[in-house]
């Protein structure tokens, strides 16, 4: 999403609304090929500043531009460095480029309004030395960011039936102090089995695993809590699993590169095969008389849920993860 809150952030007005000396041109003057593009230029003699207004002290936003180092005719500096600042200290970073040929890549920051107005500032990094070769600037962004963590998923899934590993990814943080996995047997009553710190405040995804060694046997449920720095906290969605200790069916390698499954059984044939998605929906159910192995390669990588049975009994039944 583009902001309002940056006037001219992708230059199509010249340099309107920006000072320090800030320089603008199609990026084929820098070595881009897109002669309709214009964009800025960060070097020894010029820089890009803009007070950013009606902002609101407390709240978080997110500092986005693209970037690329200067090519054509251009060898040095290399890597080229600048300084991207909001006044008041609230953010300082050193955005770095060494592509060898024009190549436009998006940043990302976020940052904390102390202020109603902050001024945002691009200034030459070290190793210029008065080259007026520099970093090319485009489509500079502030927007409001109103999620502490974005949390990508939580999934929680059984281990040849002696443990239980569960698994998550963010996309962005802010000041995330650490996460607690709980479990419970009724989905009311939680325990705390572990924590892990968290990233603090990122833009980077980062995934994070834990594996419960010592879970319930039957059916369980696990859910991932959020700690901010300031105490504050919220839970995950919840995820279930069963554990069926003692089964005489085990089904590996679970999670599979290769889509095929192989089965481990002192159960007598034959037996069935069922495979459902996440919405209960079944996408496969075949009997078998003389088998080791389940392919399923015709699925797309993605959970699954397996349920083999005999009879009507089940013998096993898991979440499956395809890679």
Not at 120 to 146: R, Y
Not at 193 to 210: P, V
Request: hydrophobic share 35%; with cysteine; net charge negative.
């Amino acid at each position: 999403m583009r902001s309002q809150i940056i006037l001219n952030g992708n230059f199509l007005l010249g340099t309107t609304a920006w000072g320090c000396g800030v320089e603008t041109n199609a990026e084929t003057v820098y070595g881009g090929t897109n002669g309709l593009n214009t964009v800025a230029e960060v070097d020894a003699a010029a820089g890009l500043c803009q007070t950013v207004l009606g902002l609101t002290i407390g709240n978080v936003y997110r500092l986005s531009f693209d970037c690329s180092r200067r090519v054509g005719g251009c060898p040095s500096p290399n890597p080229t460095n600048i300084i991207v600042t909001v006044s008041g200290g609230v953010l300082t970073k050193i955005e770095s480029r060494s592509n060898a040929s024009f190549a436009l890549t998006t940043t990302a920051y976020l940052f904390t309004a102390t202020a109603n107005s902050h001024v945002i500032t691009f200034s030459p990094g070290s190793g210029f030395a008065g080259s007026t070769c520099g970093m090319i600037i485009d489509n500079i962004a502030v927007s409001f960011s109103p999620l502490p963590i974005e949390l990508l998923y939580f999934d929680a899934s059984v281990l040849n039936d002696e443990s239980v590993k569960t698994e998550w990814e963010t996309a962005t943080e802010l000041n995330n102090d650490f996460f607690t996995v709980e479990r419970s047997t009724n989905s009311l009553d939680w325990q705390e089995i572990a924590t892990q710190n968290g990233g603090g405040t990122t833009t980077q995804r980062i995934k994070y695993s834990y594996i419960d060694h010592s879970p319930f046997e039957g059916v369980s449920y696990y859910r991932l809590k959020q700690t901010d720095f300031n105490g504050a906290f919220k839970h995950s969605s919840i995820s279930s699993v069963e554990i069926q200790k003692g089964s005489a069916i085990s089904v590996f390698p679970n999670p599979s590169a290769s889509h095929v499954l192989n089965i481990q059984t002192k159960e007598s044939l034959p037996y069935t095969i069922g495979v459902y998605d996440q919405l209960g929906r079944e996408l496969m159910l075949s009997s078998y008389h003389i088998t080791t192995q389940i392919n399923l390669e015709q699925l797309d990588a993605g959970i699954y849920h397996l349920v083999i049975s005999k009879q009507d009994r089940i013998l096993y039944q898991n979440k499956v993860v395809l890679q």
